[in-house]
């Protein structure tokens, strides 16, 4: 008779319990970034509704960003950090190919010998993260989890750049999350179309780098071909997140898009048909795009600012370079 495998056991659901976030130490206004692209603030305004960005100083890389939002997180949800058994980060910033940014996270907040990985699908890494840690923890391979955004991509811009230089900020932001009774967090809809490769990412390799006959490498993009994709066929994968969700629009206490574009998000907004009692995330104003870590830093400072939500259901979307995209409900913490 064939020896059977014990079976993992896993709990019903999981949620959020706790968030923290870390922005870069200087604010830059558009004023410090105009001359290089032959701007001006008003234009950059306009097209994009950021008036600062925040930035960190050289000292500071993304696994210092990830550290101070992951101790915040956890001691927010009052779980041991020895008992949290997976580090997810999700970045494109780690400052070297490997180690991966979550093992040393892991190790300095205290959660070492977790299991730890990062993800790299750029704006939509946090809601690849939080889909993981969900099935992981209702499968049974994990009881907490800590899921991290974070990005210095002050490091990888090219200020002369007139095509995304201006948007982009640093900073992290982490979920702890944990059994639920209930559901805390929904279906995901996450996909990529590779065809759209080209549109965001990088414009040289590190072998052409090191050899010589490229520059370093920085982040470009093509902003008419991904705003069209952005407003477009993503206002779509957030109707199917509420479907799958179970949910309407008029059961959102908060929408939480990827802070792209502000254009982008009130576009969103307009096709979603948000009633005016959900708020909506538009952190971008002050902080610039930070990819990976832009929906928990947007999810941290609208809690913030309005404790009433916690409890509440928000939507949350995430798209970016790949071209890569996810989507979920989840209950705010």
Known sequence: MPVTLKEAVGVPHSRIYALGAARGEL????????GPIDSSDEWIRQRTGIVTRVRAVPETDAIDLA????????????????????????????????PSVSAI????????????????????????????????IRSGAARHALVIGTEKLSDIVDPTDRSISFLLGDGAGAALLGPSEAPGVSASIW??????????????????????VAEWPTLRQEGPTVFRWAVWEMAKVAKQALEAAGVTADDLAAFIPHQANMRI??????????????????????????????????????????????????????FGAGLVYAAQVVVLP
């Open 105 to 136: 996270v892991a190790d300095r907040v205290g959660a070492n010998p977790a299991a730890a990985y990062d993800v790299n699908a750029a704006c939509a890494g946090y809601c690849y993260a939080v889909a993981q840690a969900d099935a992981l």
């Open 265 to 318: 998000i009130d576009e969103f907004s307009k096709q979603l048909g948000l009633p005016e009692t959900v708020k909506i995330a538009r952190d971008i104003e002050t902080t610039g795009n930070t990819s990976a870590a832009s929906i928990p830093l947007a999810t941290h400072r609208l809690l913030q600012e309005n404790p009433e939500l916690s409890g509440g259901l928000a939507l949350q979307i995430g």
């Open 191 to 212: 996909g990529s179309d590779g065809s759209k490769a080209g549109a965001v990412g990088m414009n040289n390799t590190l072998t052409d780098f090191r050899d010589g």
């Open 27 to 34: 604010a830059v206004p558009n004023d410090e970034l105009i």
């Open 67 to 98: 550290t101070t939002a992951a101790r915040e997180a956890i001691e927010k949800s009052g779980v041991d950090p020895a008992e949290v058994d997976v580090v997810i980060v999700a970045t494109v910033s780690n400052p070297k190919q490997t």
